[in-house]
């Protein structure tokens, strides 16, 4: 039998917060990202990554207040920019 602090200890190496799914789990498969992981793909910096997105140039979707970076749009925007150079 598993003490709380063991179920704890488990869900938190998961990932989860609660809802059984990992947090990043199949980071690759979903269509959106956050910007901070968008900025982690980038190697740029979380401040600077939402500066971009305040300036309108990393494409993202509002839903309330969570702000998401369609995985596709962010992809073709690297490829159009990487065309034009």
């Known amino acids: 039998m598993h003490s709380n602090s063991e179920k704890d200890d488990e ?3 998961k990932g989860g ?3 059984g ?3 990043h ?3 690759d498969k ?3 990202i956050t910007v901070t992981e968008a900025a982690a793909m980038l190697g740029l910096s ?3 990554a939402y500066d ?3 300036q309108k140039q990393l494409p993202v979707i509002k839903f309330g207040k969570r702000l998401l970076i369609p995985r596709v749009a962010l992809e073709k925007m690297l490829a159009k920019d990487t065309e034009n150079q």
């Open 11 to 13: 869900s938190k190496a």
């Open 17 to 19: 917060g609660g809802s």
């Open 21 to 23: 799914l990992p947090r």
């Open 25 to 27: 789990a199949d980071l």
């Open 30 to 32: 979903r269509l959106c």
């Open 46 to 48: 979380r401040n600077f």
């Open 52 to 54: 971009l997105v305040k």
